[in-house]
């Protein structure tokens, strides 16, 4: 039943979401220092390293540095939609958090609470919608800018985010023929029994699509032509200044992290320790200590991907805009067709006992 | 009040009132955002309606792809009142009026028609909006209409591809 | 046209090959140089903590060279002013008064000796003008100010510490190279 909860369950998911927020926003955080000390080390440099033993301190220092930059809200932009543009941005980039299994349930107080906020049973569609949401900051603000760049930018990002999302969700059809459900929980859980049972080993087509445009979505190099700053001075933030800017640039790395979060779920078993019985280490360790061991190996293979999309960042250049659209249009698109084609097919004979 | 009730009719008012707005905005943009928020609210209903797949694709379709595709044009056009060509026709408003007011006539007489029954529609308990239920009836009782649209879409698709070769 | 060099090369201008057309076998290839360059050594060096060592022929700020006994070698001469080319370099003389042999080993010594670190383009010349070995160019830089008159070097900055009194002090500013002869 809809709303007929207790007490305790309020407070339990509200415990779980003030939890989820603040180590996604704290895993942004750091995702910029990791960025930058990434770049570096890719370009033989040593990276931020003086604030703070290793530079640690850094994002805080850059937090601090964005807070107290003057803020400018341009004279003829529309000033409700100019602040509604990060906030948006912001927002659309922490729902996706909602979804997403950080593990499978720990027992406290006598109960047991489970390290999901919302099983919904539409699980990877309500991201999906969030995706195809995240848009609207990025284009409202930089409409209401007031400035040709940022329009440019703004057009790029709708138009890039609408042509990759076509893809991405034909890919996700085929992930979702070979699970038979849409709750990312049980798609979790169908991968636990082995690790051959993971879905990159099912659908190693569908999640190259998938990492493609999950790349795309985000505006991470080689696709981020909405903000190219050397051909849009900044594209949709340029007239943007203070934590406004920062707003922005944070929805990009809790953008990377919740979608690497999400490609880990789908494709990469989740919290799913490889080689190791989970259901027998419980039994010898306790359910709290497992579900740690979970929380702690799925933020490693997110973080795995993090590295991944900083990687990219530091050795692919920019496509040109027609590039883009052809890859995303001409090549992806029929791809995803293909697979999706392929798997049905492949599904239909296993039903069939290998016969026409 | 149960806290459904106090969200219905809060989705509601919620709805109607981003209505309005979309017609009464001056500048367009804000009018699509009002849309946007208006299929928002219908969401929610529909979450309320425990249709939640229903919800989720209203949001991913109408929100995600085809208002983002508005809102896309309105930008590019840069609309505003003083780009707006003066309005000279009079009639023009009376026939609006007089079609807008006959819609409503229609609307209201076919609701009167409705056996007005206490519970119009199941609510939490319908399980019809759940996607499984749903995948089930539309590849069953209505797979016609189902395939017909798809075709429909298709030869959409097929027409938008012609168009655009035309040009190169 | 003949060419200058001969490492001019000619573009290929054929159409790609299928896996070429993939373009993701050139993606994987460029990424594993990039994860390569995470091994390599960093030649950057973290300046204040590490400072790279002086050429053996740098030319840095000056110093008014003392003897063993923390005696001043120079005696004003002037030739180290005659000989510098921008003029940096001004000094006044001063006889040295009895009780005063501690101080300066001629009989003759500098009362005031300035050197203008922003006129002085540290060639040496003065290092090598000097009869007495009482110049010397050593292995540090005039750090920066926010005045003008920040960068004029009386005696007192230029003096190196006393041989006796601060030894440690004095070996550090005499550095590798001055040598006391």
């Not at chain 1, 990469?268 to 740690?292: H, K, M, Q, R």
Request: glycine share 8%; hydrophobic share 50%; proline share 4%.
């Amino acid at each position: 039943m809809l709303l007929s909860i207790g007490l305790p369950l309020i407070i339990e998911k509200l415990v779980l979401i003030v939890v989820v927020v603040m180590s996604s926003l704290v895993i942004a955080m750091y995702a910029t220092f990791a960025e930058r000390k990434v770049a570096a080390i890719m370009q033989d440099r040593r990276g931020p390293n003086r604030a703070g033993p290793f530079g640690l301190l850094q994002p805080l220092a850059d937090g601090l540095k964005l807070f107290f930059k003057e803020e400018i809200i341009p004279n003829l932009s529309s000033k409700l939609l100019f602040i509604l543009g990060p906030c948006l941005a912001m927002l659309t980039a922490m729902m996706t958090g909602a979804v997403i299994p950080w593990g499978d349930k720990v027992h406290f107080f006598g109960r047991d609470i489970s390290l999901q906020i919302a099983d919904v049973n539409i699980g990877i569609l309500y991201v999906f919608g969030v995706v195809s949401l995240g848009v609207y900051g990025i284009m409202i603000g930089s409409w209401a800018s007031n400035n040709k760049f940022s329009l440019m930018g703004g057009l790029r990002a709708a138009s890039q985010i609408i042509s990759y999302e076509l893809a991405m969700g034909i890919a996700l059809i085929a992930l979702l023929m070979t699970t038979g459900t849409l709750s990312l929980k049980e798609i979790v859980q169908q991968q636990q029994e082995h690790w051959y049972s993971w879905n990159i080993i099912k659908q190693p087509l569908g999640f190259l699509i998938f990492l493609i445009c999950a790349f795309a979505e985000c505006n991470r190099t080689p696709f981020d032509l909405p903000e190219a700053e050397n051909e849009l001075i900044g594209g949709y933030h340029t007239e943007y200044s203070s934590m406004k800017l920062g707003f922005f640039l944070f929805a990009e790395y809790i953008n990377m992290f919740l979608s690497s979060s999400v490609m880990v779920s789908l494709f990469f078993g989740g919290y799913d320790i490889p080689f190791v019985n989970d259901a027998s280490l419980a039994e010898s360790i306790g359910t709290n200590w497992v579900a740690l061991i979970h929380t702690a190996v799925f933020l490693f293979k997110a973080a795995c991907f993090l590295f991944l999309f900083m990687w990219v960042r530091w050795t692919i250049p920019r496509f040109r805009y027609d590039q883009l659209m052809n890859l995303g249009w001409k090549i992806l698109i029929p791809l995803a067709l293909i697979n999706m084609l392929a798997t049905g097919a492949f599904i239909l004979l296993q039903q069939n006992n290998w016969h026409f | 009040m149960s806290v459904i009730e106090i969200m219905f009719w809060f989705l509601s008012v919620l709805a109607l009132g981003a209505a309005v707005m979309v017609v009464a905005s001056k500048s367009p943009v804000y009018s699509i955002l009002f849309l946007i928020l208006t299929f928002f609210a219908i969401s929610g209903h529909y979450i309320l309606l425990n249709a939640q797949f229903l919800a989720i694709v209203n949001i991913i379709v109408y929100a995600g792809a085809i208002m983002v595709l508005f809102l896309f044009v309105v930008m590019l056009m840069n609309l505003n009142a003083e780009s707006e060509p003066h309005q000279k026709n009079k009639w023009l408003l009376y026939i609006g009026g007089i079609s807008g007011g006959s819609l409503l006539l229609v609307m209201v007489a076919a609701l009167k028609k409705v056996a007005a029954t206490n519970q119009l529609v199941q609510m939490n308990n319908g399980e019809v909006g759940l996607i499984k239920n749903l995948g089930i009836k539309l590849f069953t009782d209505y797979v016609f209409p189902f395939e017909i649209s798809s075709v429909l879409f298709l030869s959409a698709m097929i027409g938008a591809v012609v168009i655009s070769k035309k040009e190169g | 046209m003949q060419a200058l060099t001969n490492r001019a090369q000619q573009v290929e201008r054929k159409p790609m090959s299928l896996l070429e057309r993939a373009y993701l076998p050139a993606i994987f290839r460029g990424m594993a140089i990039t994860f390569g360059h995470m091994f390599k050594k960093r030649p950057t060096i973290n300046y204040p903590e590490v400072t790279r060592p002086f050429s053996p022929v740098f030319r840095g700020l000056h110093i008014l060279n003392r003897d063993e006994e923390g005696r001043e070698n120079c005696t004003a001469c002037g030739l180290c002013a005659v000989a510098c080319p921008a003029e940096a370099i001004t000094m006044e003389a001063a006889e040295r008064s009895a009780g005063e042999e501690k101080l300066y080993r001629e009989e003759k010594y500098a009362a005031k000796y300035e050197i203008n670190m922003l006129r002085c383009i540290f060639c040496g010349l003065c290092e090598e003008a000097c009869p007495k070995d009482a110049i010397y160019l050593s292995e540090t830089f005039a750090p920066a100010n926010f005045q003008r008159k920040g960068f004029i070097y009386g005696k007192d900055d230029l003096l190196i510490p006393h041989p006796i009194t601060e030894p440690e002090a004095h070996a550090k500013a005499k550095g590798g190279r001055v040598s006391l002869k």
